[in-house]
Protein backbone atom coordinates (compact mmCIF):
# COMPACT_ATOMS: atom_id res chain seq x y z
CA UNK A 1 0.00 0.00 0.00
CA UNK A 2 1.47 3.66 -0.88
CA UNK A 3 2.28 5.72 1.83
CA UNK A 4 -0.09 8.25 1.95
CA UNK A 5 2.95 11.15 2.51
CA UNK A 6 3.63 9.70 -1.60
CA UNK A 7 0.05 10.25 -2.24
CA UNK A 8 -0.75 13.78 -3.89
CA UNK A 9 -2.92 16.23 -6.32
CA UNK A 10 -2.25 18.98 -8.40
CA UNK A 11 -4.57 21.04 -10.25
CA UNK A 12 -5.07 23.27 -12.71
CA UNK A 13 -7.23 26.04 -12.56
CA UNK A 14 -8.33 27.50 -15.72
CA UNK A 15 -9.83 31.23 -16.67
CA UNK A 16 -9.99 33.08 -20.09
CA UNK A 17 -7.05 31.15 -21.33
CA UNK A 18 -4.70 31.38 -18.36
CA UNK A 19 -3.66 28.96 -15.70
CA UNK A 20 -4.09 30.08 -11.99
CA UNK A 21 0.41 29.21 -11.26
CA UNK A 22 1.80 29.23 -7.73
CA UNK A 23 5.16 30.56 -7.37
CA UNK A 24 6.94 28.60 -5.05
CA UNK A 25 8.50 31.25 -2.66
CA UNK A 26 7.19 30.86 1.07
CA UNK A 27 8.20 27.90 2.70
CA UNK A 28 11.65 26.46 3.67
CA UNK A 29 13.11 23.70 2.66
CA UNK A 30 10.53 23.25 -0.65
CA UNK A 31 11.02 20.86 -2.87
CA UNK A 32 8.92 23.09 -5.72
CA UNK A 33 11.44 26.03 -4.25
CA UNK A 34 11.42 28.76 -6.65
CA UNK A 35 9.23 26.43 -9.69
CA UNK A 36 5.86 27.62 -10.50
CA UNK A 37 3.75 24.96 -10.15
CA UNK A 38 -0.37 24.89 -9.75
CA UNK A 39 -2.37 24.45 -6.20
CA UNK A 40 -2.88 20.67 -4.60
CA UNK A 41 -0.60 19.33 -2.19
CA UNK A 42 -0.75 15.88 0.05
CA UNK A 43 -4.11 13.75 0.92
CA UNK A 44 -5.08 13.33 4.36
CA UNK A 45 -6.37 10.31 6.00
CA UNK A 46 -9.38 8.57 4.46
CA UNK A 47 -9.56 11.76 1.51
CA UNK A 48 -10.12 10.28 -2.56
CA UNK A 49 -7.99 12.16 -4.94
CA UNK A 50 -11.12 14.77 -5.82
CA UNK A 51 -11.59 15.13 -1.77
CA UNK A 52 -8.28 15.77 -1.65
CA UNK A 53 -8.55 18.19 -4.40
CA UNK A 54 -11.22 20.01 -2.98
CA UNK A 55 -9.95 20.53 -0.05
CA UNK A 56 -6.22 21.91 -1.26
CA UNK A 57 -7.81 24.06 -3.70
CA UNK A 58 -10.32 26.08 -1.18
CA UNK A 59 -7.01 26.21 1.71
CA UNK A 60 -4.70 27.75 -1.36
CA UNK A 61 -7.14 30.03 -3.19
CA UNK A 62 -10.43 30.41 -1.14
CA UNK A 63 -12.04 28.92 -4.15
CA UNK A 64 -14.83 26.41 -3.09
CA UNK A 65 -15.04 23.96 -6.48
CA UNK A 66 -17.63 21.50 -6.12
CA UNK A 67 -15.80 17.94 -6.43
CA UNK A 68 -18.80 17.29 -9.84
CA UNK A 69 -16.24 20.02 -11.55
CA UNK A 70 -13.09 18.67 -11.37
CA UNK A 71 -11.37 16.85 -13.88
CA UNK A 72 -9.49 14.05 -13.53
CA UNK A 73 -6.90 13.66 -16.15
CA UNK A 74 -4.01 11.99 -15.59
CA UNK A 75 -1.87 10.16 -12.91
CA UNK A 76 1.53 11.31 -12.96
CA UNK A 77 4.52 9.01 -11.13
CA UNK A 78 7.35 10.67 -10.18
CA UNK A 79 10.34 8.75 -9.06
CA UNK A 80 14.19 10.12 -7.86
CA UNK A 81 17.52 8.25 -7.76
CA UNK A 82 17.40 9.59 -4.10
CA UNK A 83 14.59 7.09 -3.25
CA UNK A 84 11.55 9.34 -3.44
CA UNK A 85 8.54 8.34 -4.62
CA UNK A 86 4.82 10.45 -5.37
CA UNK A 87 1.98 9.14 -7.33
CA UNK A 88 -0.04 12.33 -7.98
CA UNK A 89 -3.61 12.72 -9.57
CA UNK A 90 -3.75 15.48 -11.91
CA UNK A 91 -6.91 17.95 -12.07
CA UNK A 92 -7.92 21.05 -14.31
CA UNK A 93 -11.19 22.68 -12.97
CA UNK A 94 -12.19 26.16 -14.88
CA UNK A 95 -11.78 28.92 -12.01
CA UNK A 96 -14.94 31.08 -10.38
CA UNK A 97 -15.12 34.59 -10.66
CA UNK A 98 -13.10 37.07 -7.75
CA UNK A 99 -9.76 36.93 -7.15
CA UNK A 100 -7.57 34.10 -5.06
CA UNK A 101 -6.90 34.46 -1.11
CA UNK A 102 -3.64 35.18 -0.52
CA UNK A 103 -1.07 31.62 -0.66
CA UNK A 104 1.22 31.22 2.43
CA UNK A 105 3.02 29.07 0.29
CA UNK A 106 3.89 31.60 -2.67
CA UNK A 107 2.32 34.14 -5.09
CA UNK A 108 -0.86 32.97 -7.10
CA UNK A 109 -0.80 34.88 -10.39
CA UNK A 110 -2.87 34.09 -13.20
CA UNK A 111 -0.46 33.39 -16.34
CA UNK A 112 -1.76 33.09 -20.18
CA UNK A 113 -1.06 29.16 -21.63
CA UNK A 114 0.84 30.11 -24.49
CA UNK A 115 3.46 31.97 -21.87
CA UNK A 116 3.60 28.80 -19.24
CA UNK A 117 6.98 27.54 -20.98
CA UNK A 118 8.82 30.52 -19.93
CA UNK A 119 8.98 29.78 -16.51
CA UNK A 120 10.71 27.92 -13.97
CA UNK A 121 9.44 24.96 -14.22
CA UNK A 122 10.02 21.35 -13.36
CA UNK A 123 10.90 19.66 -16.92
CA UNK A 124 8.21 16.78 -16.56
CA UNK A 125 5.93 19.57 -15.81
CA UNK A 126 6.23 21.09 -19.10
CA UNK A 127 5.01 17.54 -20.84
CA UNK A 128 2.65 17.15 -19.31
CA UNK A 129 1.17 20.91 -19.63
CA UNK A 130 1.56 20.20 -23.17
CA UNK A 131 -0.70 16.51 -22.48
CA UNK A 132 -3.25 18.55 -20.86
CA UNK A 133 -3.86 20.79 -24.07
CA UNK A 134 -3.34 18.21 -26.84
CA UNK A 135 -5.21 15.13 -25.09
CA UNK A 136 -9.12 15.26 -23.47
CA UNK A 137 -8.41 11.34 -22.87
CA UNK A 138 -6.79 10.30 -19.25
CA UNK A 139 -3.27 9.55 -19.19
CA UNK A 140 -0.63 7.82 -17.20
CA UNK A 141 2.98 9.07 -16.64
CA UNK A 142 5.89 8.29 -14.98
CA UNK A 143 8.90 10.31 -14.68
CA UNK A 144 12.31 9.40 -13.05
CA UNK A 145 14.26 12.05 -12.10
CA UNK A 146 18.10 12.02 -11.19
CA UNK A 147 19.76 13.37 -7.63
CA UNK A 148 20.16 16.97 -9.29
CA UNK A 149 16.42 17.18 -10.51
CA UNK A 150 16.92 16.59 -13.72
CA UNK A 151 14.51 14.61 -15.80
CA UNK A 152 16.44 11.16 -16.63
CA UNK A 153 12.92 9.37 -17.91
CA UNK A 154 9.52 9.38 -19.10
CA UNK A 155 6.89 6.91 -19.81
CA UNK A 156 3.76 8.16 -21.48
CA UNK A 157 0.79 5.45 -21.03
CA UNK A 158 3.38 2.44 -20.90
CA UNK A 159 5.66 4.23 -23.58
CA UNK A 160 8.49 5.48 -23.68
CA UNK A 161 9.15 8.92 -24.75
CA UNK A 162 12.56 10.39 -26.46
CA UNK A 163 13.48 13.37 -24.24
CA UNK A 164 15.27 14.95 -26.76
CA UNK A 165 12.08 15.01 -28.43
CA UNK A 166 10.25 17.62 -26.06
CA UNK A 167 13.28 19.30 -25.02
Known amino acids: MARQEA ?9 DGRYLMLHRISKKNDINKDKWIGVGGHFEENESP ?5 REIKEETGYDIPLTKLRYRAVITF ?14 AAAPKGEPIQCSEG ?3 WIDKKDIYSLN ?24 YDK ?4 TEAVLDGAEIKLRDIQ
Open 7 to 15: LTTLCYLER
Open 50 to 54: EECMK
Open 79 to 92: ITDNGDYELMSLFT
Open 107 to 109: ELV
Open 121 to 144: LWEGDKIFLRLLEEREDFFSLKMR
Open 148 to 151: DGHL
